[in-house]
């Protein structure tokens, strides 16, 4: 079990709650597809990811990353047990889809850039280090069922 300051807890929760779902969660995984084109190959359906342009541009990237963002949510509002919260999207994600959990790292800190672009000063070093606990528990979570 992690052990969460409140100074995390209220982090964590601050900055989801400013967060716009719709704009960051689309800015960060299409940001992760663009820097990381190996990540694409689980996005075959979504039509034109041909270029950077094309990715940012691309309305089912723009909706799937908001489907990230909501999970996230979840995590947020179940912090003290997100393993437990994350067992079924575990079992998705490596039993279904194959997705390899080194991408969860690497749309992690594409949400932390993302979120860093964001706040600007505010995301200060204190902060920055409560997100990526956060973040770290939630990609831990996620891989859960890999090993």
């Known amino acids: ?3 969460w300051t409140e100074f995390e807890r209220s982090t964590i929760q601050s900055i989801f709650s400013k967060l716009d779902y719709d704009v960051a969660g689309g800015k960060a995984l299409a940001r ?4 990381y084109p190996w990540t694409q190959r689980y996005f ?18 723009a909706a799937h990353g908001k489907v990230v ?27 279904k889809l194959n997705v390899d959990p080194d991408n969860f ?9 993302v979120v860093a ?4 000063a505010a995301f200060t070093a204190q902060v920055q280090a409560a997100f990526q606990k956060f973040l770290a528990v939630v ?9």
């Open 32 to 35: 992760c597809l663009v820097v």
């Open 44 to 61: 075959g359906n979504f039509g034109n990811l041909y270029n950077a342009a094309a990715i940012m541009g691309n309305p089912k990237v």
């Open 139 to 147: 990609v831990s979570s996620l891989c859960r069922q890999y090993y």
């Open 105 to 113: 790292k690497l749309l992690a800190d594409c949400l932390t850039i």
């Open 69 to 95: 963002l909501q999970g996230l949510d979840k995590a947020v509002k179940n912090m003290d047990n997100i393993k437990a919260a994350y067992k079924e999207l575990s079992v998705l994600h490596s039993e």
């Open 117 to 120: 672009a964001q706040m600007g």
């Open 1 to 3: 079990m992690v052990e």
